[in-house]
């Protein structure tokens, strides 16, 4: 029925028989049209509990477009939450990583051992630097050496920013998928039928509001990327710029170094190669090659993430078949 009315709708349905569901799955095809071009390829994926009269979980697959707004990708339903051992059989290839506020729960107990240890963790995660990270994960295990131990185990490259192999894209929790389980709470206690037709009513009510205010900016960047660089703007300028080549800099701050390249948008200290939006560093160099816009991303420009605000279809002619199987049995657990 989706993809009837919405082309390039990927669903699937398993049952154990004809009447019991077993788990659903289903993507919306302009919203995978969307991510395949300009959303960055990090995918926070959560579950919810439904808590109506049908029990089960919600899963949900969520990224972010450049304004730093959910981007819901996919929808599944399952009897039980299965995260890890799904990812591990399917997506061999990509890498997986952890959300970092749930790593930091082992340290939520109010001693000043693990409180410490909690701040040198966070701030082992946000580096973008792995000598920076590794002083404060050495801090960390000063201040508790069975915490360090813990967090070690579950691999460096699963957390740490500096450590991970992928660009995580500042992506370094879960989220964005629990703000939408928050968001569908009212809708979880609806069969599954009447769930997924709320959901899409929900999506095209958001794309529809984001492509508007997409359509009224007048500013080449995006709301994201335009905050982002006018928060920075005063507090730049303060870093001695010395012109190499024709797009390289060398940034002096603090007796710190850094060599910038202003065409491949990179920089020394990473910060600017894993953000994909311009810093002080870059910003420093504006004066010296172009605007500040031109150091900013494909992605982060507006014309491209209103290309991601496409609306999908209404169910219309599948309203009433829909209306059908909320009334049934056919979407019970076994």
């Not at 082992?106 to 000043?112: E, G, L, T």
């Not at 792995?130 to 813990?150: G, T, V």
């Not at 569908?184 to 999506?203: E, G, N, Q, W, Y």
């Amino acid at each position: 029925m989706l993809k009837q009315c919405n082309p390039g709708t990927l669903t699937n349905i398993k049952t154990y028989s004809q009447d019991l569901f077993k788990y659903g799955f289903m993507a919306f095809g302009v919203y995978l049209q969307g991510f395949n071009h300009v959303i960055s390829p990090v995918i926070a994926i959560d579950a919810a509990y439904l808590i109506g009269s049908v029990s089960g979980v919600l899963l949900i697959a969520s990224p972010k477009d450049r304004d730093s707004q959910i981007y819901p990708l996919a929808f599944g339903f399952a009897a039980s939450e299965c995260i890890i051992s799904a990812l591990k059989k399917v997506y061999l290839a990509a890498h997986h990583a952890f959300c970092v506020f749930h790593i930091a729960q082992k340290f939520k107990r109010s001693s000043k051992s693990r409180c410490m240890a909690r701040q040198f963790f966070y701030q082992a995660c946000s580096k973008y630097l792995r000598e920076e990270c590794d002083i404060d994960l050495q801090q960390m295990a000063a201040c508790n050496q069975r915490y360090y131990n813990d967090v070690m185990d579950i691999g460096v490259d699963k957390f740490t920013r500096a450590n991970c192999p992928k660009n995580r894209y500042q992506m370094m929790s879960t989220q964005l998928a629990e703000s939408m389980n928050s968001a569908l709470l009212d809708l979880r206690k609806l069969p599954i039928a009447s769930l997924a037709v709320l959901i899409r009513d929900m999506m095209q009510k958001w794309f529809h509001n984001r492509r508007t205010i997409a359509n009224r900016l007048s500013s080449d960047l995006t709301l994201e990327a335009d905050k982002h660089i006018h928060e920075r703007v005063d507090s730049s300028y303060k870093c001695i710029v010395h012109p190499l080549l024709y797009h390289s800099y060398n940034i002096t701050k603090k007796q710190n170094n850094f060599i910038i390249d202003c065409q491949a948008k990179t920089c020394a200290c990473r910060e600017w190669d894993l953000k994909k939006l311009p810093y002080r560093h870059a910003l420093d160099c504006a004066n010296f090659s172009c605007s500040f816009s031109s150091f900013v991303t494909k992605k982060g420009r507006h014309r491209c993430v209103r290309s991601t605000q496409v609306c999908d279809h209404p169910l219309t002619t599948c309203k009433n078949v829909w209306a059908a199987a909320s009334q049934g049995q056919r979407y019970n657990w076994t």
